[in-house]
Each structure stands twice: as structure tokens, then as C-alpha cells.
């Protein structure tokens, strides 16, 4: 099996084409439009003028997360495991900080105000170990943001047999398989909301976010979609440490 960043390598041709007249990559379109403003409303709340703090974008894949990160205001570093994403976001953002590697390759930084993880930590299968990694590299009172499928989402289109195969269980789906391109199988982890509360409580944060954005009849006229609509596809949760 791939590595995940191999794996991640060839998918990122589809987060490297032209931006649409929007200014928004098609196949980033529902992370920006749906996934994003949550997040970015209650950064905003918390840190309305973020002049000198410093924000991490965990996976950051293209860089489009870490580029909104430094227009608020932010010291952003952009990580990624994938040589080609990583790449692509040089590419795309040539004034930006980018690191390749793992959150270990963080340590012996300063810590960070703000660690973002957009659509990232349902790839992984420890999600302890890595919690426990962002924890260490995250400053007392600093905020934890991210989006990660919504569990209902994924079974609705388990039910309908796109996207997503080879689940354990289709009800509730725990793990399984996503192919955004046929013939790249991505490994999926499905945790509930509650799972993720749990995890982050025992390491002493409080959940200050939760979200579920629905699909847009504004951005389904701009960016029709093959699947079901009727679930939320992000789940967004806050944390402060």
C-alpha cells in the first residue's frame, strides 16, 4: 500500500488546475464555500486582529487554507506530507510558508496560536498519536479548527455507491475506502462527533465550535455534483486548549 503522501501525490493534479472565475479551484470548491467560513467566523471572533500570532495549516495540501490564513492576518505555515501538493502550493502561493514532512518535523518551533486541519484528519488511523502531536506544538489558549466528513454524509453515499466502498459497516461507517479518482484508493476513518469531543477533552480542551454547513442551492447552481445532497458533507468542530 501507498504511503499516504505518495497516495496524495497523485491526486494533487486535481487541486492544481486553472481557478474558475470565482477565483476557486472546482475541486476545492465545496471546502472553500462550505467548509471554510465556520471556521473562519470564529478565528475572526477570537482573534479580530491576529497581527504576530502564528497559525498552522496541518495537511494543507494546494496551500488555499494557508493563503486565507495570512490575508486575516496570520503568520501561516502550510504543512504537508506530499511532495506534489507541496509542490503545487510554491507553485500557486510563491510568497507563503511551506513545510514538507510530518507534525514531527514541527518540534522545536515556537508554538502556535491556531492549528487548522482542513479535510485531514479522517485520513488518518492513529488519530491519538497525531492529537497528541498538535497538542505539543499548539500554545496554552490557542484554538484547534477542522472539518472532516460528517458520518451521515458518508453513509448517504455509501447508500447510493459513489465515492466511498468497501466500508466495515455501512450504518454506522467506520472504515473504509474513498476514490476521488477511480483506481486511487484513499483509506477513510469515520468518527463521530462525539469521538472527537472525547478525544480532545482528555487532553484538556473545550469544544467551542460545532457545524454542519448544508449544500447551498447557490453553490449547487455553481458547482453542480453527481451524489446526494440532502446530508451535510463537513462536520467542523473548535477546540481551545
Keep these: 500500500m501507498s504511503e499516504p503522501g505518495q497516495t496524495w501525490d497523485r491526486l494533487s493534479r486535481l487541486f492544481s488546475g486553472e481557478e474558475d472565475v470565482q477565483g476557486i479551484?472546482?475541486?476545492?470548491?465545496?471546502?472553500?464555500?462550505?467548509?471554510?467560513?465556520?471556521?473562519?467566523?470564529?478565528?475572526?471572533?477570537?482573534?479580530?486582529?491576529?497581527?504576530?500570532?502564528?497559525?498552522l495549516d496541518f495537511g494543507c495540501g494546494a496551500g488555499h487554507f494557508t493563503a486565507k490564513l495570512r490575508e486575516l492576518g496570520f503568520d501561516a505555515l502550510g504543512m504537508d506530507s506530499s511532495s506534489a501538493m507541496m509542490a503545487t502550493a510554491r507553485r500557486l502561493f510563491p510568497g507563503l510558508a511551506f513545510q514538507s514532512g510530518d507534525i514531527?518535523?514541527?518540534?522545536?518551533?515556537?508554538?502556535?496560536?491556531?492549528?487548522?486541519?482542513?479535510?485531514?484528519?479522517?485520513?488518518?488511523?492513529d488519530l491519538k498519536a497525531t492529537a497528541q502531536a498538535l497538542d505539543r506544538v499548539l500554545k496554552p489558549g490557542g484554538l484547534l479548527a477542522f472539518a472532516v466528513f460528517n458520518p451521515a454524509f458518508v453513509q448517504r453515499l455509501l447508500e447510493a455507491g459513489m465515492l466511498f466502498k468497501d466500508f466495515d459497516s455501512p450504518t454506522p461507517p467506520r472504515r473504509g475506502i474513498m476514490e476521488l479518482v477511480e483506481g486511487v484508493a484513499v483509506p477513510v476513518f469515520i468518527r463521530s462527533e462525539e469521538e472527537y469531543r472525547a478525544l480532545f477533552a482528555r487532553l484538556g480542551y473545550t469544544c467551542a465550535l460545532v457545524a454542519r454547513p448544508p449544500f447551498t442551492a447557490e453553490f449547487l447552481r455553481r458547482y453542480p455534483v453527481p451524489f446526494p445532497t440532502d446530508e451535510p458533507e463537513f462536520l467542523i468542530l473548535g477546540f481551545q486548549k
Design 25 to 55: 479551484p472546482p475541486a476545492a470548491a465545496d471546502n472553500i464555500l462550505l467548509a471554510w467560513p465556520p471556521i473562519l467566523a470564529w478565528l475572526r471572533e477570537l482573534y479580530p486582529a491576529p497581527q504576530g500570532r502564528r497559525a
Design 104 to 125: 514531527e518535523a514541527l518540534q522545536g518551533r515556537p508554538p502556535f496560536d491556531v492549528v487548522a486541519a482542513i479535510m485531514v484528519l479522517q485520513f488518518i488511523p
